[in-house]
């Protein structure tokens, strides 16, 4: 029995993949995107109207509306901001996404916001939002999670006491997998 993976679907920006956009010239990206004003862009099968500025050393996105979509499209937009500020040494992604008092509120959407971790806020000048500071950029490269690790694991096995804690053993349906 062969595996298959499921593959999402990427979801391309007015036609180009995330990959495009970022090999874009800085000058063109800058007078496309980040130009501090809202425009109108598709994102898969939605309809956005967003705006994209950079304040200080922060990438500020804000959302007013999002039109159809439904398979990813805030997702894939995040995996975008997140690679062009990683990129551009961009310490923070703000969001602002105006979807707190809409006439026709978007359940699904709420449930993304709201499990990726944006809370409702008063924004000054703007009202009730929901909003999230992604500041993880600041810290890649940074950590010091596994530092020492490889060295420890080194002395570990150099004592020889890198042995198998539990024994191994086979799950059911082992022998039907074509490797």
Same mark, same amino acid.
């Given at each position: 029995?062969?595996?298959?993976?499921?593959?999402?679907?990427?979801?391309?920006?007015?036609?180009?993949?995330?990959?495009?956009?970022?090999?874009?010239?800085?000058?063109?990206?800058?007078?496309? /995107?980040?130009?501090? @004003?809202? =425009? #109108?862009?598709?994102?898969?099968? %939605?309809?956005?109207?967003?705006?994209? +500025? $950079?304040?200080?050393?922060?990438?500020?996105?804000?959302?007013?509306?999002?039109?159809?979509?439904?398979?990813?499209?805030?997702?894939?937009?995040?995996?975008?901001?997140?690679?062009?500020?990683?990129?551009?040494? /961009?310490?923070?992604? @703000?969001? =602002? #996404?105006?979807?707190?008092?809409? %006439?026709?509120?978007?359940?699904?959407? +709420? $449930?993304?916001?709201?499990?990726?971790?944006?809370?409702?806020?008063?924004?000054?000048?703007?009202?009730?939002?929901?909003?999230?500071?992604?500041?993880?950029?600041?810290?890649?490269?940074?950590?010091?999670?596994?530092?020492?690790?490889? @060295?420890?694991?080194?002395?570990?096995?150099?004592?020889?006491?890198?042995?198998?804690?539990?024994?191994?053993?086979?799950?059911?349906?082992?022998?039907?997998?074509?490797?």
């Amino acid at each position: 029995m062969a595996h298959s993976i499921d593959k999402r679907k990427e979801i391309l920006f007015e036609g180009l993949s995330e990959r495009e956009i970022l090999d874009l010239p800085s000058e063109q990206f800058k007078g496309l /995107i980040l130009i501090g @004003e809202p =425009i #109108v862009f598709r994102a898969g099968s %939605a309809t956005v109207l967003g705006e994209f +500025r $950079r304040d200080g050393n922060r990438l500020v996105i804000e959302l007013a509306q999002i039109d159809g979509g439904g398979e990813g499209v805030l997702v894939s937009l995040g995996s975008l901001a997140r690679r062009f500020a990683l990129l551009h040494r /961009i310490e923070a992604v @703000e969001w =602002i #996404v105006h979807a707190v008092n809409c %006439a026709k509120p978007n359940l699904k959407l +709420r $449930r993304v916001v709201e499990h990726r971790g944006f809370t409702v806020r008063e924004i000054p000048g703007i009202g009730q939002a929901y909003y999230f500071l992604d500041a993880e950029m600041s810290r890649v490269g940074k950590s010091a999670t596994r530092a020492g690790w490889a @060295e420890a694991s080194r002395k570990v096995a150099a004592r020889g006491e890198d042995a198998l804690v539990f024994p191994e053993f086979g799950n059911e349906g082992d022998k039907e997998i074509a490797w």
